[in-house]
């Protein structure tokens, strides 16, 4: 059974350029989230959505970063223009909330965004 | 203001020996706490969890402690593996959020 895919694994850009960050999550699961994992801050919670309608985006650093999930089986974050303090891994993670559920995620392997 | 925290960043045991890696929190309204294990260049995956009714939880070399009235839990692996050297994180479940701490790198020496 496939788990979380994220594409790409590694993204080298300049600065300035766009980011696409793509995550397709385990089928059947109604919660898809984007984390950041940076040495500062370990992993942070960007944003998520519940049934394909974000919920909380509080955690979007600033406008440069969007994300959409037009389908229950894909989602994107995008960084428009890219900076050099977005390098950083992101990972996509979904899960399937029900009665009794501790709230375990399941991951994505990441996507390494270097922003030189 | 960070309401899961890991306070070591690292962590060098003897294999075969017990690793025990800490992990504080402030928000009372935690319902579930769980640990979640990173290798470089993979996603973190889960490991073992606790409800906040709960003061111990057990699965084979995997032991977690809660201590709500500290705040307070900990992972205790015994025996360490070599195979046990990873990033663990922390995290901590309200209203289905799971809020995470920065991680504390576990190394297992031969």
Sequence with gaps: DAGVIQSPRHEVTEMGQEVTLRCKPISGHDYLFWYRQTMMRGLELLIYFNNNVPIDDSGMPEDRFSAKMPNASFSTLKIQPSEPRDSAVYFCASSFRGEGNTGELFFGEGSRLTVL | ?110
């Design chain 2, 1 to 110: 203001d960070q309401q899961v925290k890991q306070n070591s960043p690292s962590l060098s045991v003897q294999e075969g020996r017990i690793s025990i890696l800490n992990c504080d929190y402030t928000n009372s309204m935690f319902d579930y706490f769980l640990w979640y294990k990173k290798y470089p260049a993979e996603g973190p995956t889960f490991l073992i969890s606790i409800s906040s009714i709960k003061d111990k939880n057990e699965d084979g070399r995997f032991t977690v402690f809660l201590n709500k009235s500290a705040k307070h839990l900990s992972l205790h692996i015994v025996p360490s593996q070599p195979g046990d050297s990873a990033v663990y994180f922390c995290a901590a479940s309200t209203y289905n959020m799971l809020t995470f701490g920065g991680g504390t790198r576990l190394m297992v020496k031969p």
